[in-house]
């Protein structure tokens, strides 16, 4: 057989295979709508965890910097129970124990869930870029008669939060992963559409990788918007006019 | 004006004020001295209650102060404070340093802040660098910004924590020239500091503080020309 002929074959039969599998996988039975709704359960659910997790995480890194014993205790607490154990766990205990007779959206509730694990994290950051600025700040606007939580608020909170935003990025991206775990309460994300899809056609394949490339570029669109705002933030940095 | 009776403060084990009794009127200039770790610091840190004290009571206008019950954001509200290390706001520009406090305070609407801040820095000599951030400025100009802000709250003492000790020596003048002018416009203050000769100028009052209590004070040319104590004798060898 002619070699070229060969090679010949073995492609188109290849790009058929190719294309019937992609045909399967995402325009049969529109699967394809399947991703793009999980896309919109992925982001809000991410979004509203990210809102919970930076109240709760501000909460709790005051908790931790006060300087009466019980309140620094619930920090404490708070941040040993949820940092040690997994969140898939607690994910299950506040949809089927916690919120197990009453109604709220699903989507709801795991925003909580993972708002309350993201908190244990992000309270820790806050608490590391509140300690990062000198207490010679903190004097100065107490010097001026400020109380100490309008210190805290327009002195020292701007400048710790500059400090660590690339911390909270970077937690705000381990939460976005954190939620491909949805689907354990039967919520239909990115994760579990892929994986709807490779068990409806037993294509693994192409659902799964979608899945990866789906996560990679909303990761990478957040990181070019965060970069941004970074560099907007890094404003008074600039030693121009001396 | 302020009263202080019996001042203790420890860190501690460690006494560092053992028992300080002072008297400061109005208009007066106190200039204090003394070695390093003696007190003199934390003795004016105490006068507006950065540091808590441990024993005995401090007046001013005559409220006790070193009390739960005092009010201290607004009693501070007359205290101007300038420190060592600046400690301006690196993440406002000059102008919003000096009006930070006034409007959030709401002794003057941001208009009459804006308007007093550019008055303020005129008076420093910077109402130039008005827009510009801490963060480009020199150690010197840090310090006249620093001690603009402390004037905008239009206290009636300042508090001045060794102003000039982490300056470069050309830029010590500059700010002295400041505080200079401050004493002569009748502002009541109380400086620490190591420029014997701007104490000596400066000061209506000089107090040697050494080992956490006031070893000798008087008028400058007292203390400067003929000091009575040892300890002062042997710190003025030393400086001088």
Redesign the interface.
């Known amino acids: 057989m002619n070699p070229d002929l060969f090679l010949q074959l073995d492609f188109s039969s290849w790009y058929a295979n190719v294309r019937n599998q992609f045909i399967r996988c995402f325009i049969e039975n529109d699967r394809y709508k399947l991703l793009v709704n999980g896309i919109g359960v992925t982001i809000k659910v991410s979004l509203v965890a990210l809102l919970f997790g930076l109240i709760i995480g501000m909460i709790i890194a005051m908790c931790n910097l006060s300087k009466k014993k019980p309140i620094r205790a619930i920090g404490l607490v708070y941040t040993d129970i949820i940092r040690g154990t997994p969140s898939v766990t607690q994910l299950m205990i506040i949809y089927f124990v916690v919120f197990a007779s009453i109604n709220i959206s699903k989507w709801f509730i795991a925003a909580i869930a993972f708002g309350i694990n993201s908190g244990a994290y992000v309270s820790e950051i806050i608490r590391a870029g509140i300690l990062s600025i000198?207490h010679?700040?903190t004097?100065?606007?107490?010097?001026?008669?400020?109380?100490s939580f309008?210190t805290m608020r327009?002195?020292v909170l701007?400048?710790a939060l500059?400090n660590i935003f690339p911390a909270l990025c970077n937690e705000f991206i381990v939460l976005i992963k954190e939620t491909a775990i949805v689907g354990y309460i039967g919520l239909m994300d990115i994760q579990k559409a892929g994986d709807f899809i490779k068990s409806a056609t037993y294509l693994p394949f192409m659902p799964l990788i979608a899945t990866a490339i789906i996560y990679y570029v909303l990761i990478k669109l957040l990181n070019l918007g965060l970069k941004k705002i970074e560099n907007a933030l890094r404003k008074?940095?600039?030693?121009?006019?001396? | 004006m302020i009263e202080v009776k019996n001042l203790k403060k420890h860190f501690g084990s460690n006494e560092v004020l053992k028992g300080i009794n002072q008297h400061i009127s109005k208009g007066e200039v106190v200039a204090i001295i003394g070695p390093s770790g003696s007190g003199k610091s934390t003795f004016l840190r105490c006068l507006n209650q950065l540091e808590e004290t441990t024993e005995g009571e401090i007046y001013v206008d005559g409220e006790l102060i070193n009390t739960p019950k005092a009010d201290i954001n607004k009693i501070r509200r007359k205290m101007g404070m300038v420190f060592q290390q600046f400690n301006l706001f690196p993440h406002l520009s000059v102008k919003k340093n000096v009006t930070l406090a006034p409007v959030m305070l709401k002794t003057m609407t941001k208009e009459e802040a804006d308007k007093r801040a550019i008055d303020l820095l005129k008076k420093v000599g910077l109402e130039d660098k008005a827009e510009a951030y801490p963060n480009s400025l020199s150690g010197g100009q840090k310090q006249r910004v620093a001690i603009a802000r402390a004037l905008a709250m239009d206290p009636e003492i300042m508090l001045f924590d060794e102003p000039t000790s982490a300056l470069d020596p050309e830029m010590v003048g500059e700010v002295l020239d400041v505080i200079k002018e401050l004493a002569e416009s009748g502002m009541t203050m109380v400086i620490v500091t190591h420029e014997m000769g701007f104490a000596r100028e400066v000061a209506s009052r000089v107090l040697f503080i050494d080992q956490g209590v006031v070893m000798e004070e008087g008028t400058p040319s007292e203390i400067f020309e003929n000091p009575k104590n040892e300890r002062t004798k042997l710190f003025l060898s030393k400086v001088l």
Do not use: C, N, W
Request: a positive charge; glycine letters at 16%.
């Open positions: 000198d010679g700040q004097e100065a606007g107490r010097s001026l008669g400020l109380g309008q327009k002195i701007p400048q500059k008074s940095d600039v030693r121009s006019t001396r």
